[in-house]
């Protein structure tokens, strides 16, 4: 799940694209299967992994850091397949790092974050400011490291949905025939399927052999591998959204190799995916009928209504009308249609502070009849428009330093040092593409998003268990709950992981820290309440405030947070920050 906190980054959340499953923006929300179940044997390895005679060139590389811009970046190879580590196939990830002021006695060693996702680039968020939002006390005690998980952004080979020539499935572009909001007749239901059907079928033919290979417990044993290549004895770790999974699962497996760990915005692995997306449905509905509450508290005349009821009205009547004919967009023949609506609601959620006076300008001019705002705000085209722009100057600082690829020299397993893979070239490594292999787009979040969340947890096979859960949905949330079901439609038939929804193993693991948000409309605060009581010792700081997450929004949140990371010490049970 991605966090949405940034000024700087897109705001969007595979929970959130769940939501907009009836559109080509649908993606999957990981959960499935019977609850209770355990993960699969050998989830948490008894022997050290790092002492296997096949993962020792891995465990022993050296990070050659080179200059990239402000920033220091190297790679990673870590095995494809860690039950096969020695059959050549690798992926190389890029990793970069802002390392601490050096103070003689002050640097605790390096923090590792993940920002979100699944699909959310590292390295590129920490180009764009990340590490600020970890306050300065953590900034200056330790260095600031961020990676691109397997199969995201610059990792080589990388994901993507794109076969041959035509574009892949496009999430910034409204759609034409779309899939009902709720569907109920057999020919809507088919069109569902055949939607969801055709998304997978792409992604498969596209990064087949990748598939098996980037979920979520191989990710967190890269991340032990960057931890020893780090040479860090222990882990220090902060997570946001779906980075509480990762972290979870690094936890799990290597409970004694955690110094410090931070989840905010907490997934609860003991879910299932009918569960999950009830919960963050409801969480959705929730957060936009706090929007008409509250609008005229953080927005004040800028609201599309004079009063919370007047809100609600053109909510509901732009959705209704939606349905019926997409609203007119500029620059589109095919409009927004109701899906769109309901993605530029949910998008807008997650930093209120931040987001709520364009929603209300965007919900008036739709009102009025243009839904062009609307529709940029459902694709989160502004944001990328502004982090285009920081990119490409980037790029040129990147390019006047010569070091503008994330590769750069990388320690080799093997001991050689590595060749730069260039960012046009086919995404590939060590005989796994060829020249038809396709190539992969810049930004690959909405393919990584739908292959992580999908094999991390296998989806009912049978296309009843989604029709079942339509109508509970409908009646706990909405357009929020139907189009949150029918975007789990496309995992159906995905290849099947071995984790299951369970609780937390994770025997002799020091004390974790978890954040929850009262008001997040992703990752419910119910779900941070029930994670950090399956962490043995497990810490709750509570923060009463709307959107998603609170690390780097609240200074009391902050201040709990760095005391944690920088000293170790422990938050007391019941604390609750305002907002």
Request: hydrophobic letters at 35%; charged letters at 25%; glycine letters at 12%.
């Amino acid at each position: 799940m991605i966090r949405a906190h940034a000024r700087r980054r897109r705001p969007a959340l595979v929970v959130a694209l769940a939501v907009l499953g009836a559109t080509s923006l649908a993606a999957c929300t990981a959960g499935a299967g019977p609850e209770g179940v355990s993960p699969a044997p050998g989830a948490a390895s008894a022997a050290d992994p790092a002492e296997r005679p096949e993962l020792r060139r891995f465990y022993g590389q050296k990070l050659a850091w080179r200059d990239c811009g402000e920033l220091r970046c190297a790679s990673l190879t870590v095995p494809m397949d860690y039950s096969r580590p020695g059959d050549g196939r690798t992926f190389v990830l890029p990793v970069a790092k802002a390392a601490a002021p050096s103070a003689a006695g002050r640097r605790v060693g390096a923090l590792v974050y993940n920002p979100g996702g699944p699909g959310e680039r590292g390295v590129q968020a920490l180009r764009d400011g990340l590490a600020e939002d970890l306050g300065r006390g953590v900034r200056e005690r330790f260095d600031i490291v961020a990676f691109d998980p397997r199969g995201v952004g610059e990792s080589r080979p990388a994901l993507t949905c794109r076969t041959g020539g035509e574009e892949e499935p496009d999430e910034d572009a409204p759609a034409g025939d779309s899939v009902a909001l709720y569907p109920r007749t057999a020919a809507e239901r088919a069109a569902a399927v055949a939607d969801a059907r055709a998304t997978a079928a792409a992604c498969r033919e596209a990064s087949g052999p990748l598939l098996p290979h980037v979920g979520t417990d191989d990710a967190a044993r890269d991340l032990d591998v960057l931890r020893a290549a780090l040479g860090e004895r222990r882990l220090t770790y902060v997570g946001w959204s779906y980075g509480t999974s990762l972290g979870t699962s690094y936890a799990e497996q290597f409970p004694r190799r955690v110094r410090a760990m931070v989840l905010d915005g907490a997934v609860d692995p003991s879910l299932d995916w009918r569960q999950r997306a009830l919960n963050q449905s409801r969480g959705f509905r929730k957060a936009v009928e706090d929007y008409a509450d509250s609008c005229a508290d953080t927005v004040g005349e800028g609201c599309p209504g004079a009063t919370p009821e007047e809100i609600r009205a053109l909510i509901d009547r732009l959705v209704t009308r939606a349905e019926r004919e997409p609203l007119p967009v500029d620059g589109s023949e095919e409009g927004l249609d109701a899906a769109g609506v309901v993605s530029a609601l949910a998008l807008s959620m997650y930093t209120p502070e931040a987001q709520w006076e364009d929603l209300s300008e965007a919900l008036r001019a739709a009102g009025g009849g243009d839904g062009t705002a609307l529709a940029a705000l459902a694709t989160g085209e502004e944001e990328e428009t502004e982090e285009g722009e920081e990119d490409a100057q980037g790029g040129e600082e990147d390019a006047e330093s010569g070091e503008g690829d994330a590769h750069g020299g990388d320690g080799d397993p093997a001991g050689g040092t590595s060749e730069p893979t260039a960012p046009d070239e086919p995404a590939g490594s060590a005989g796994t593409t060829d020249s038809t292999t396709p190539a992969v787009p810049e930004d690959n979040s909405e393919a990584a998003l739908i292959a992580v969340n999908c094999l991390d947890v296998p989806h009912p096979r049978d296309e009843r268990a989604y029709w079942d859960a339509l109508d509970p949905a409908h009646r706990a949330a909405g357009a929020y709950g139907t189009t949150g079901v029918t975007g789990e439609l496309v995992c159906k038939d995905w290849p099947a992981g071995r984790q299951r929804p369970h609780r937390v193993k994770a025997d002799g693991v020091p004390p974790v820290l978890v954040v929850g948000t009262a008001g997040d409309p992703a990752t419910p605060y119910d779900e941070a309440v029930s994670l950090a009581r399956q962490f043995p010792g497990g810490m709750l700081l509570s923060f009463e405030a709307a959107g998603h997450t609170g690390y780097g929004r609240s200074a009391c949140v902050d201040r709990a947070v760095e005391a944690y990371l920088v000293d170790l010490v422990k938050v007391r049970p019941g604390t609750t920050c305002s907002a």
